[in-house]
């Protein structure tokens, strides 16, 4: 790169990832917000809060950084453009691919950098979060045991255990199982346990009624019983164990998994998708770069259609990183889909490459710009009378004095 390249990569890049750090952070508070009362209710830590928020930094990187290319390259080459840096360019007879090399490079390297993040380190992170939400889970059982007061343990899933006696036994055991449908059903007993049957954790109680209800024809059945025994895997996160979603799984792994995996029997078309997903989204930083050097990278003296070409680039960009994600997400059940994952960014790269090697403007026609000021103008003159009237001044429209 030259002088003019370097210049225009390094402010873009700066501003690129001042952006990123930004829109990460807004993501990231709302998807801790979503599991903070899991963690706030199992006694977390401070410093496992810390660790969730670090295994989700990845995967609000990946679906920010495309919008981060496009608003720090849209930014820099904007100002450029009114601090008429981009004319003195253009009239010194500097060519388009000054502007658009560093900006290419810019998308390049974001674009390498989600290739090797979507492949290495995203699914670890997914990992570590799975494995700190069960753990989470899995600790409620305990803060039910300490407290005596009832503890959601999941959707529709509550227990309340009075006391832990020695020996690990509890008493005054009480589950209200409402996740099934059709069954509601209720636990009490006197006593508990938990005991091992066949390398099975199993939970046995003692002198106690279980509660039936059929939320279906409402009819309630009523068993009491000396004794009983039920699963306590169904019951106890931290007797179940984990099983990783393929987001969670390396790349190697889905391309090569183990012949009884769940997803893979199961539920192919959603390893299918991840591996499409995997292989494809990491393009659109490269796509929305040049996008955003298409639509600002060359100088314009009218600045509201600038403004309007602007915001042009980024309703199409909204639309294409729209697009992606719903392709995306069917593609491994349809391959029509799967083929559109990656045509999409393809056509986008290609496209807007050439009609910035080409030369060619579609500009915001004029007309429509004046338009759409008119009809805002008329619009606020609207406004500002209705707001007279609903005062009590008298409209000055028709010529009155």
Do not use: C
Not at 40 to 69: D, N, R, Y
Not at 201 to 216: C, I, S, T
Not at 385 to 401: I, K, N, V
Request: charged letters at 15%; proline letters at 4%; glycine letters at 8%.
């Amino acid at each position: 790169m030259n002088l003019i390249e370097r210049y225009i990569f390094g402010r873009a890049a700066k501003l690129t990832v001042v952006t990123l750090v930004a829109a990460t952070f807004v993501v990231l508070i709302t998807q801790i917000l979503v599991r903070i009362n899991l963690l706030t209710t199992s006694g977390q830590s401070l410093a496992t809060v810390g660790k969730l928020a670090l295994a989700l930094i990845p995967s609000m990187i990946l679906i920010t950084l495309p919008f981060a290319v496009l608003i720090g390259v849209s930014q820099v080459l904007s100002q450029m453009n009114a601090d008429s840096e981009l004319s003195v360019l253009e009239g010194a007879g500097a060519s388009p691919a000054a502007n658009v090399r560093p900006v290419m490079a810019l998308g390049l390297l974001a674009s390498l950098l989600s290739f090797g993040a979507m492949h290495l380190i995203e699914p670890y992170a997914n990992r570590q979060m799975r494995d700190i939400v069960a753990a989470a889970g899995a600790d409620l059982i305990r803060i039910a045991v300490q407290s005596g007061s009832f503890k959601k343990i999941e959707d529709n899933l509550f227990i309340q255990i009075a006391e832990e006696k020695p020996g690990g036994a509890f008493g005054g055991l009480f589950i209200a199982d409402l996740r099934d449908d059709k069954m509601q059903q209720l636990y009490y007993a006197k006593q508990a346990a938990i005991v091992d049957f066949n390398d099975q954790p199993v939970l046995l109680m003692a002198d106690g009624e279980m509660h039936r209800k059929n939320r279906q024809t409402g009819e309630v059945s009523i068993i009491r019983f000396q004794s009983y025994a039920v699963d306590f895997a169904q019951f106890g996160a931290a007797n179940k164990e984990v099983s990783y979603l393929p987001k969670e799984r390396s790349t190697a792994y889905l391309l090569s998994p183990e012949p009884g995996d769940y997803f893979t029997v199961k539920r192919p078309d959603v390893r299918r998708a991840e591996i499409h997903r995997r292989f494809s989204e990491w393009t659109y930083p490269l796509a929305f770069a040049l996008i955003a050097a298409y639509f600002a990278g060359s100088a314009r003296s009218n600045r509201q259609e600038r403004m309007w070409s602007i915001a042009a680039a980024t309703v199409l960009a909204l639309v294409i990183r729209g697009g992606g994600f719903f392709s995306t997400n069917v593609a491994g059940s349809n391959t029509a889909m799967a083929f559109a994952s990656y045509a999409v960014p393809a056509a986008v790269i290609a496209v807007f490459g050439w009609l910035i090697v080409s030369g060619r403007q579609l500009r915001v026609p004029q007309k429509w710009v004046d338009r759409v000021g008119s009809a805002a103008a008329a619009f606020e003159q609207f406004r500002l009378a209705l707001q007279l009237r609903l005062r009590g001044y008298p409209s000055r429209a028709g010529g009155g004095s």
